[in-house]
């Protein structure tokens, strides 16, 4: 029985272990810049389903110092090279302190996604754009290494302190 709950409970920890680092297509962060007023953030990401968790396949854009009650128009491009090949993907308001965010949530084109621009409805030179080439902060491999090893330690704790809480066998010989 001892066995089969240490068995078991190696199975579960190293399940966890594997889907911890769960980031199954992408995860980037780019900086918007630009000439004028304003600056931002793009992410993008998928998140593999876990036990825990369903899925996530979103890009996001948040913009700061862009001007009050503005329109802009976000738009993306899965070409890292032609300034021609831009697709507006949605639009968004900001708000009285010129800050505003914009959501686009299980669209199949998320992880191909390499630049961003976000464009003044207006006309008006409001610009802000990014490329994922040059990620914010993305998860470095010694991040995602670190996790494997605290899981892999907590595993091994597990299974020592289920081994130490285990009856010991007792060698005294039974009186008839």
């Given at each position: 029985m001892r066995k089969q709950w240490v068995t078991a409970v190696v199975m579960v920890a190293l399940a966890l272990a594997m889907t911890v680092p769960a980031w199954a297509g992408c995860k980037v962060q780019a900086?918007?810049?630009?000439n004028h007023a304003g600056t931002g953030t793009a992410e993008k990401k998928m998140l593999a389903a876990t036990l825990k968790s369903a899925a996530v396949n979103k890009f996001e854009v948040d913009v700061s110092g862009?001007?009050?009650?503005?329109?802009?128009?976000?738009?993306?491009?899965?070409?890292?090279?032609?300034?021609?090949?831009?697709?507006?993907?949605?639009?968004?308001?900001?708000?009285?302190?010129?800050?505003?965010?914009?959501?686009l949530k299980n669209s199949a084109i998320t992880c191909s996604i390499q630049r961003v621009k976000v464009v003044s409805f207006s006309g008006a030179?409001?610009?802000?754009?990014?490329?994922?080439?040059?990620?914010?902060?993305?998860?470095?491999?010694?991040?995602?290494?670190?996790?494997?090893?605290?899981?892999?330690?907590?595993?091994?704790?597990?299974?020592?302190?289920?081994?130490?809480?285990?009856?010991?066998?007792?060698?005294?010989?039974?009186?008839?």
């Open positions: 900086v918007l810049t630009g862009a001007g009050a009650g503005v329109i802009y128009v976000v738009m993306v491009s899965t070409d890292t090279a032609s300034p021609f090949h831009f697709t507006p993907v949605g639009a968004f308001l900001t708000d009285s302190l010129g800050v505003g965010e914009f959501d030179a409001n610009t802000v754009s990014g490329n994922f080439n040059n990620p914010l902060n993305d998860d470095p491999p010694e991040v995602q290494n670190e996790i494997q090893l605290e899981v892999q330690n907590e595993v091994q704790n597990v299974i020592e302190n289920e081994i130490q809480l285990e009856p010991q066998p007792n060698n005294i010989a039974p009186n008839p």
